[in-house]
């Protein structure tokens, strides 16, 4: 079992410092959140509880055990103590009453740390922005990287680049069915049914499955909101289609990538490049296989491009960095990545047929920090799935 990186740079240093604010992991499912915690927990000297919430618990259950946690301090004359609450979020309004004991026990001096996890990162970000302003914070969890599946798994690039990231799955890609149900109907569709349409307005959901299932076959494509709009069997305006996007960026599912402009109303304007965030859910709605696709280089130029972008959506995100895409005619630069108002342009070639022209417009266009060629000609796609991307801006 390896460590993440949040394991020590985050959690584990967070809980050991003094009190301060309610520790908050979040992330996609089947991601290892609880698995983290438990490994934290395993190796920390404070006393702690953990408790799991469920949806038939009421939001007093909360004042219940935090009083249980005062009255253990106060018996065995504990000076601090953790309290950990995994799926918090099935409690209704938990964050008022998490809100009431937090400050309470700030205004009395009780040493008591919090720490809440659970799997719809929607609905705990909606309780936090909403009652908790101030008193958090956020350990953002992504997808698992090609370096740790390879570690953990013995992933080669082309697994990683076609299966993704997602550990559970791990042991079952040998049998490519069983492989694509598990992700479709324990990854996907419980993310769609918990976390956006529990959390949201979702007046369609079959109109939103129909996005999110078409919108993973065509990873890494311009698909302007009109035409998507044609394809689907269910009726939709195209600003309900876009607000529907949205959500399954929330949901860390699929995101709808902008241009770069200058300006940010031109970047809304424009034709959204869709990417998936774990290449997983790229293949698990396709029915070509691994072999067919690994040999066909246009197909597998189309999944090396995924890889990489859903690897610079999940890490920005750590970072907040913006990920965009650059096209002007017949010029495109697959990614951008801006951040602290520098840019950086990034061309991904898998083979020699592709072009790079679009890199060098670009580059005597706006006079990126870096333009970069990932795969044929320039780094390896192995060597920058690994790569902090950070260090683009150094």
């Not at 009190?19 to 959140?33: L, N, S, T």
């Not at 694509?180 to 109109?207: C, F, G, H, M, Q």
């Not at 096209?327 to 697959?334: G, I, S």
Request: charge should be neutral; aromatic fraction near 12%.
């Amino acid at each position: 079992m390896i460590q993440r990186p949040y394991y020590e740079d985050m959690l584990r240093t967070r809980l050991a410092e003094d009190r301060r604010f309610i520790q908050v992991v979040a992330g996609p499912r089947q991601v290892g959140k609880t698995t983290l915690v438990q490994q934290v927990l395993g190796t920390i000297q404070i006393p702690y509880s953990f408790y799991t919430a469920d949806t038939e618990q009421e939001g007093t259950w909360i004042n219940e055990i935090w009083q249980k946690e005062r009255m253990e301090m106060r018996f065995t004359g504990q000076k601090e103590r953790l309290l950990v609450i995994d799926e918090v979020q099935k409690i209704r309004n938990w964050s008022e009453y998490v809100k009431k004991q937090w400050d309470e026990d700030t205004w009395n001096k009780t040493n008591i740390k919090l720490l809440l996890l659970g799997s719809s990162r929607l609905m705990i970000m909606h309780g936090l922005t909403e009652s908790l302003a101030g008193r958090f914070e956020l350990i953002k969890m992504t997808h698992w990287t090609y370096a740790e599946m390879h570690e953990a798994f013995k992933f080669d690039l082309n697994q990683y680049i076609y299966f993704g990231g997602y550990p559970g799955s791990a042991n079952l890609i040998q049998d490519e069915h069983r492989w694509r149900r598990y992700v479709r109907d324990s990854i996907a569709e419980p993310s769609i049914t918990k976390d956006v349409l529990e959390t949201s307005n979702v007046y369609k959901p079959a109109l939103l499955r129909q996005i999110f299932e078409l919108g993973c076959s065509y990873s890494t494509e311009l698909l302007s909101l009109t035409k998507l709009q044609g394809q689907l069997q269910d009726a939709g305006n195209v600003t309900t289609i876009a607000s529907y996007l949205q959500l399954l960026k929330e949901a860390n599912l699929l995101a709808g990538l902008y241009k770069y402009a200058n300006d940010d109303s031109r970047k809304r304007q424009s034709v959204p490049k869709l990417q998936v965030y774990n290449n997983a859910l790229y293949n698990a709605y396709s029915r070509n296989s691994f072999k067919r696709v690994a040999t066909d280089p246009k197909q597998w130029g189309h999944q090396v491009e995924s890889a990489v972008g859903a690897y610079l959506i999940s890490q920005a995100e750590l970072y907040d960095m913006n990920v965009l895409y650059w096209r002007q005619n017949d010029d495109e630069v697959d990614f951008v990545l801006e951040w602290n108002n520098e840019i950086a342009g990034i061309e991904v070639k898998s083979n020699h047929e592709k072009m790079t022209r679009g890199l060098v417009t670009f580059r005597n266009l706006f006079h990126p920090k870096l333009a970069l060629i990932v795969g044929h000609e320039g780094i390896s796609i192995e060597t920058f799935l690994q790569t902090d991307i950070r260090k683009l801006f150094e």
